[in-house]
């Protein structure tokens, strides 16, 4: 079992950023893949960006150029800069994980206002 713990959501006006973290416990010997998803009212939970252990990154191309993803594997953390940020990137931004299964974070709400 793995757990995830996610810190840095928040409400933010448009333009603004804001830093996610998610801190990954438990099981963590076989962690491959972290990253972040989000899910908007009224829509399907879509990928932010996502990068291995070894530091490959895929990202959204609704997010590109605006949001980094970091991680620190010492730590078992995951980071998502989020910069930029436009009223369209409000919804629930939940962690995610990989070993053989996959794992999700409780959920942090991001609101950003225009």
């Known amino acids: 079992q793995v757990q995830l713990v996610e810190s840095g959501g928040g409400l933010v006006q448009a333009g603004g950023s804001l830093r996610l973290s998610c801190a990954a416990s438990?099981?963590?010997?076989?962690?491959?893949?972290m990253g972040w998803y989000r899910q908007a009212p009224g829509k399907q939970r879509e990928l932010v960006a996502v990068?291995?252990?070894?530091?490959?990154?895929n990202f959204a191309d609704s997010v590109k150029g605006r949001f980094t993803i970091s991680r620190d594997n010492a730590k078992n953390t995951v980071y998502l800069q989020m910069n930029s940020l436009k009223p369209e990137d409000t919804a629930v931004y939940y962690c995610?994980?990989?070993?053989?299964?996959?794992?999700w974070g409780q959920g942090t709400q991001v609101t950003v206002s225009s």
């Open positions: 995610y994980a990989k070993t053989v299964v996959n794992y």
């Open positions: 990068i291995t252990r070894s530091g490959s990154t």
């Open positions: 438990g099981s963590i010997f076989s962690l491959n893949t």
